[in-house]
Structures are given as C-alpha cells and as structure tokens.
C-alpha cells in the first residue's frame, strides 16, 4: 500500500523515530498506526542493545530541590548534540525529581519514571531508539538538613537545572534558612571553581595525604637541612596542600581574603545562628568516564563497505 507523508509526519510526532525508520514502520504494518508505534519500539529496543557498548561521556547534569533537601543526577549520551535535545533534556529533569524523592543511584534506576509504569532504566533503553544514540543514567546524590538549606548551582546551564556541572551544599543552622540558602549557594558555585577534595582536613583521603608528605619529605631532604628543620618544613607545607584541597580551609573565591571557614562565621551575622557546612557534592558532566578515541576515516570507509 501507498505510505503517505502525512502518515510519516503523525508516526513520527507519536514515536521520535526518523522519517526513514517510520516509513518503514508503517510498510511493515500496512499502514496500522498503533502496530507501527509496537514496531518502532521494538526497533528501539535493539537498536539500543547495539548501541549499548559505545562510550557515552557526554549528555547532561541536572539538579532538583525540595525543602531542605536537594538532589543532582547524571544522564549521559554519546554527543553533546543530544545534550540539546528537549526530550532528553525532559528525561534528565524528571529523573532528577525521581532522585529527590529515592536519593540513591540504584533505587533510583529501579523507580517508576513519572507518569508511566515503566521503571527509570526501562525509559532510558526506550528513549535509545528514538533519540538514536546511547544513552545511561549513571549516578544521582542528594543532600538534606534536619534544619537549614541546601542549596544548588548548574554552571554551563542549558536550562533550568541542567547544565554540564551540578554542586550541592548544606547548611546546618538553626537560624534564617534563606540567609543560610543564599550563603550556601555562594558555597556551591566556590565548589563549582575550585573543585576541593575534602570539607575538612580529616577528610582527605590518607593515601594522598602520605603520597603529599613522601613528595615534600623528598624535596625538604635536598636542602640539606636537619631532620627537625626538614619535619616543620613538611608541616607548613602540608597546611599549604590543606589551604588548597580542604573546601573550609580554601580562600573564598567571592572574597579570597577570608576562607570559606571564616567567610561562614561572617554569613552567621545574616543567619542569626550559629551555622555549619555538613556537605557537598560536585558533579562534572563525564568525569571518570574514559573515552573512546576513534579514527573517523577509518569508520566512513568502514560504512562505505557496508
């Protein structure tokens, strides 16, 4: 039978799929919408196991809110092209607000996706084939305070609450949970610039740690200095590393003539209370992720062969 374009065009605003995959959607089906619509998913469906191993580093942070409580997620795609793509900017949204409301990564991925009875992971091998490209919801984190705020910034936003970086502060307090928020979302685009690997000193990893003291033990020894010079030379420079790494003890990047630590004891004046900084999280779109390198003359005459 005669496929015609109307036909095409209504598939295609009902399913996504191309104009190609939909013509031979409806051929395949005789013209049957709905049958048309069971086809192309099932397209998606292996089309989506193809597609399953290539690297997908690219895609979208997003971020949500609630009260006293916040949450960040990563989607990722293969091309930041899809990054600009409104349904996959809506699916990053809605799984960001799944993510407040389940916090963790796996029960997240387990969860009903909004206004469906599929679950998260289910959406995202349904949304391969028709946005054509790989797709992975790879981790979600969320912050609360019993009192206080928590409070968001997307860097690189694209839209509201999407971007290509998300941090998360909280604030503990007692005291005006607005003046806490606002101070708390200066904190969050400090992360965002700074990107520390700890709250506290205690925090940081010890293996790095020792790995610093090693390094600065090693070049402290080549001035020849005694050994107890050479032991108050290591502690100044570890409470050097300390001021660059530690997020309390870096100089605030919206006044660096206090630290963040002194910088919180000046905000308390707006808050009215005593105040403390209990977390964060910082999210970079692909961190973590190594990419594939590929050798794109060698994949056109791959195609052309086929």
């Known amino acids: 039978m005669t ?34 619509v069971d086809w192309l998913r099932k397209k998606g469906i292996s089309k989506a196991d193809k597609k399953a191993g290539r690297t997908a580093a690219e895609g979208l942070i997003g971020v949500d809110s609630g009260v006293r409580e916040a949450v960040v997620v990563e989607v990722n795609s293969e091309t930041d092209f899809v990054a600009r793509n409104a349904a996959f900017q809506e699916i990053v949204t809605n799984i960001a607000k799944v993510a407040l409301a389940y916090g963790d990564t796996e029960a997240v991925a387990a969860a009903k996706y909004p206004h469906s009875d599929k679950t998260v992971t289910e959406t995202i091998k349904d949304a391969v084939g028709t946005i054509g490209e790989n797709l992975s919801f790879r981790r979600s984190s969320k912050l609360s305070v019993s009192q206080g705020a928590v409070a968001s910034y997307v860097h690189n936003a694209v839209a509201d609450g999407l971007g290509k970086l998300g941090v998360l502060v909280a604030i503990e307090t007692a005291g005006n949970a607005e003046a806490a928020g606002a101070f708390a979302r200066q904190v969050a685009m400090h992360v965002a610039a700074t990107n520390p690997l700890a709250l506290t000193p205690d925090e940081v990893d010890a293996s790095a740690v020792e ?10 020894r080549q001035s020849g200095k005694p050994e107890n010079i050479i032991e108050k030379m290591v502690e100044g420079r570890l409470r ?3 001021e660059e790494v530690v997020l309390l003890k870096q100089a605030f990047v919206l006044n660096p003539d206090l630290t963040v630590e002194a910088a919180l004891k000046d905000a308390e004046k707006q808050i009215g209370a005593p105040a403390k900084i209990t977390g964060y999280i910082r999210f970079a779109l692909g961190e973590g992720i190594e990419k594939e390198e590929s050798d794109f003359a060698a994949e056109v005459a791959a195609a052309v062969k086929q």
Do not use: H, N, P, W
């Open 3 to 36: 496929i015609t374009a109307a036909q095409v065009k209504e598939l295609r605003e009902l399913s996504g799929a191309g104009m190609m995959d939909c013509k031979a959607a409806l051929t395949e089906t005789g013209g049957d919408m709905e049958a048309a």
């Open 211 to 220: 790995r610093e003291k090693a390094i600065f033990s090693d070049q402290a």
């Open 240 to 242: 050097k590393f300390y």
